[in-house]
């Protein structure tokens, strides 16, 4: 294996260290290497914190002379909440950079490379490129549309129905894929459920992990009229993270009065689409609040909706050894498909052995 590819493998592990900490920044993980030795190693840990670049240079001190350092995003060249990256790795007198991806962000978009090589530093860039940037899907789709990634999560049985005719659907997967669900939520900004989901389950929508304390996403219910009943669960409860009722203007006054007083509660207000709430708008108005990542554990209408407006980005089916049959209810019941022309095709799948179950995941 080439080093440059051994040594940015070492990156990306280090940046997955702080996967869910640093949005809407970033995973970036560096490593300092000098005559096939690792000097240092860093990651960025959350947002406003040091970047991953900075603190292996510290590390190193002085020795970071004539090292090659690796790094799976571009360096910045501006001020944000730190200062600029570059101009420490230029004082740093390192001989060779070697960067994963280009940042997208326009502030940064090649510009770090160019003050690089103007300053004499060697710069190697798109090692494990793709790696990189799947790494930071969301990170990307945030700067380059301004809405969060949706993920949607679908637990179903093998001929792909999600609940008995009578809406029974605990537990059609296994212990293990649920605890897998709670570590997706620990991962990302934000979850959403329908306002039906939450009159028929009442969940919480919290993180529960075995031996490690999850942190709780943002959970976003989408509710057009506010029918929802000020007593559930998710609209009660004692969590650092806030509850967000996505609605619009049909919804009663009085009871967005009631729920105003609700503590760690907020309305979103979105546009009305023929009846239904405007899901981009919600999408564009959840970019404009930092969400830059989105995991919808609703039904089968509300997955529909996104993939049938293709504002999903990426699908995860937890498959279990089970079948339902007729009478069910499939997990995608209102897609609209005038031909086989027309279908849904996902890329990219992998599939992965979760206790009993089987995940399978691909991108639109």
Known sequence: MHPDIRFMK?????????????????????VVVKNGQVLAEGYHKKAGGAHAEIEALKKCGHKAKGATLYVTLEPCPHYGRTPPCVETLIKSRLSRVVIG????????????????????????????????????????????????????????TLDGMVATGQGDSKWVTSVEARQHVHQMRDQVDAILIGVNTVVRDD?????????????????????????????????????????WLATTHEANPVKIEEIKKKKNVDILTCRDQNGRLDLKDLLIQLGQRGVASLLVEGGPAIHSSFINERLADKVMIYYAPKLLGGGALSMFNSLRVASLKHLFVL????????GDDMLLEGYF
């Not at 070492?10 to 560096?30: C, F, H, I, M």
């Not at 959970?219 to 004692?238: A, E, F, H, M, S």
Request: net charge positive; aromatic share 4%.
């Open 10 to 30: 070492r990156a990306l592990l280090l940046a997955e260290k702080a996967r869910g900490r640093t949005s809407p920044n970033p995973l970036v993980g560096a």
């Open 101 to 156: 991806m280009m940042d997208p962000n326009p502030l940064v978009r090649g510009k770090g490379i160019r003050l690089l090589k103007a300053r004499g530093v060697k710069v190697r860039v798109g090692v494990l490129q793709e790696e990189c940037e799947r790494q930071n899907e969301s990170y990307v789709k945030w700067i380059v549309h301004q809405r969060p990634f949706v993920i949607l999560k679908v637990a179903a």
């Open 203 to 243: 969940p919480r929508l919290t993180t529960r992990m075995i031996g490690k304390k999850g942190r709780d996403p943002i959970r976003i219910i989408v509710d057009g009229t506010l029918y929802i009943d000020p007593q559930r669960k998710v609209l009660n409860l004692k969590s650092k993270a806030p509850t």
């Open 347 to 354: 890329r990219g799948l992998k599939a992965t052995p979760i």
